[in-house]
């Protein structure tokens, strides 16, 4: 099924599919392309309203998506690539929403050939023009031929997706094919042509989309580019040692990101002095690595000296500040304090609404741990308000399965297990389970979180044999991916051990386990030996 703009030339079409169908070896006289007036045809439903029937927004979603699902393949012609007409039609960025949205529909983007050198000389030479001329997507603002047209899909959109979803899909589908082609072009250039550049932004849009390892793979070529091309102690290199570290903090890489993570400190400090904005950077994901390692008092004062730096260099309001002033939040709780961590959060809250407004995501990250930090200080009411109205922004931001929604729904969910309101909590930590085993994959720290809170939720609600599951591969999962010491895998131990204790079909004494120790009985063993509550919270 094509999607294109009827403002589009025929010869324009044709030879975009003539050159699709010659990339993807497919015999042009047995491939068949539907182009999408032929699918809807309007003038039919103008004709019934016409005549004083009314077409129902369900009888006009549903007649479009049947066509969608059952050709399950829709090809969208983007042309000029610099300013394509598509993306300001109503239609066209429904249909786009639209096959995104049906399960097992396919939506690739297309070109006319002779637009392909100038696409591929800009994507080498300015690929940040590429990307803002295909990063203004608004549903709201497109237009239609037919003005009934425009008000039946923005009235759809309004009252089943709303219009951020629509962008924020749409976006993202433009940001991965922009992805795509640099990555083609990263490959194809010579020996003696520097791609760090490019990849760098293209690592940037991948991270952005939550391709982790894809956004990894192109880091570790950029940082092996730079290296051969600059110099171990070249600021480029060392700009890419800090991103690259980062990653794999994020994808659960502690061990492996660890020497990389010194390096970068070690080389930033001996280069450019402890004041130096790159070697504040280098601190900041030192400590972050500590926090993940569960060295949080180590953590926060790097934390702290990176935050009285970039308070002097950049000043209270600038975004790398205000990031260090949240994470400075995050250790204070994971260390227990949380006054003092509803202090950094709640200052850093205000800060970032100033700055960068109320609905902006990072705010609402902001506006979720406070919430959360205020039920933790006994604000409950006020704090379960706040952290639905976070919830909510995001989702409606980000959509439904990005991982800071992620991180926000869990959030929630813990408010709500703590208030009692079980049903709706359970139904969360499913919901983000199942979908950071989906993205993120199962020994994912994350994941593993979010697997030990509904356990623990499940043994609450009387459902044991699903919770201690649940709660063991949660535990040997952050065995492997955190170490044995971390405050979430010690926590994890203790509730495991607590949950076997509850179940045991006979009383547990200190001189049968040691006599009789099964696995399970084991993590009793270790529990009564320890006699010990972690007191602390984590946050997103």
Known sequence: MLSYAWSYAVGDIVD????????????????FVWICCLCINQHRVKQRQASGQVVTTEEFREEFESRVRGIGHVLSLVTPWDDPANLKRTWC????????????????????PHQDGSFRRTLTEDFEKIWKSLSQVDVEKAEATIAADKHTIHELVKEEMGF???????????????????????KTMGSDQDGSELAALVYALLHD????????????????????????????????????????????????CEPLVREAVEATQSKLGGKHLMTLDSISVLSKLLQSQGKMQEALSLCQQTLDGRKETLGESHPDTLDTLCQSSRLYAGLGQPDKAMVSCGRCFELRKQTLGE??????????????????????????????????????????????????????????????????????YRKALETYR?????????????MKNLGVLLNARDKSQEAVGLIREAHEGMKQTLG???????????????????HCTQAVSYTHLRAHETPEHLVCRLLLEKKKNTHSWTLI
């Not at 989906?438 to 020994?443: H, R, V």
């Open 16 to 31: 975009s599919l003539v050159a699709y169908c010659n990339r993807t070896n497919q015999d042009q006289k047995q491939t």
């Open 93 to 112: 960025v429904f249909e786009a929403f639209l096959t995104i949205s049906v399960p097992g529909c396919t939506l690739e983007l297309i070109m006319p």
């Open 164 to 186: 951020i979803p629509v962008n924020t899909a749409v976006g993202d589908a433009l940001r991965k094919w922009v992805a795509d082609a640099g990555n083609s072009a990263l």
């Open 209 to 256: 989309l939550g391709e982790l390892d894809q956004a990894s793979e192109l880091c570790r070529r950029a940082l092996q580019a730079r290296r051969a091309a600059h110099g171990d102690d070249d600021d480029r290199t060392l700009a890419s040692m800090i991103t690259l570290s980062n990653l794999m903090i994020d994808q659960g890489k502690l061990t492996e």
């Open 359 to 428: 609905r902006h995501p990072v705010t609402l990250a902001t506006q979720s741990n406070l919430a959360f930090l205020m039920c933790i200080t006994g604000q409950v009411d006020e704090g379960e308000v706040l952290s639905k109205a976070a919830l909510e922004g995001r989702t409606m931001i980000l959509g439904a399965k990005h991982a800071d929604t992620l991180a926000t729904m869990t959030n929630h969910a813990r408010i709500l297990e703590a208030r009692g309101t079980l049903d709706e909590a359970e139904e969360l």
């Open 438 to 450: 989906n993205t993120l994959g199962s020994k994912h720290p994350q994941t593993l979180i979010c």
């Open 484 to 502: 044995d010491k971390h405050p979430e895998t010690v926590t994890c131990v203790n509730q495991f051990a607590t949950l076997v204790h509850q």
